[in-house]
Nanobody, 113 residues
Framework: QVQLVESGGGLVQPGGSLRLSCAAS????????MSWYRQAPGKERELVVA?????RYADSVKGRFTISRDYAKNMVYLQMTSLKPEDTAVYYC?????????WGQGTQVTVSS
């Protein structure tokens, strides 16, 4: 059974930091591109960052967010710094390979004073 379980979301003040985690199981982790997406209220889901052999960041998060993956633990992390109110969204972890995509349930990140 495929599972992607996100954690680490919460409420943070502008300028603060959070680290999101995604625990993957039920598939061959090393064979998949891992990504973080986010969806703000009233907006479409958008790619934040993807990692396979290289990384690809959305312009809006470059220099502030860092993705990493631990192949031994089947984990993906998103370190978020210098958070802004516009980063407020539900953040989703995705595993993708060809036409196959698995999604987590999401974790809420709220940036507000």
């Amino acid at each position: 059974q495929v599972q992607l379980v996100e954690s680490g979301g919460g409420l943070v003040q502008p300028g603060g930091s959070l680290r999101l985690s995604c625990a993957a199981s039920g598939f061959t982790f090393s064979g998949y591109t891992m990504s973080w997406y986010r969806q703000a209220p009233g907006k479409e889901r958008e790619l934040v960052v993807a990692i396979s052999g290289s990384t690809r960041y959305a312009d809006s998060v470059k220099g502030r967010f860092t993705i990493s993956r631990d192949y031994a633990k089947n984990m993906v992390y998103l370190q978020m710094t210098s958070l802004k109110p516009e980063d407020t969204a539900v953040y989703y972890c995705k595993a993708g390979r060809g036409f196959v995509n698995y999604w987590g349930q999401g974790t809420q990140v709220t940036v507000s004073s």
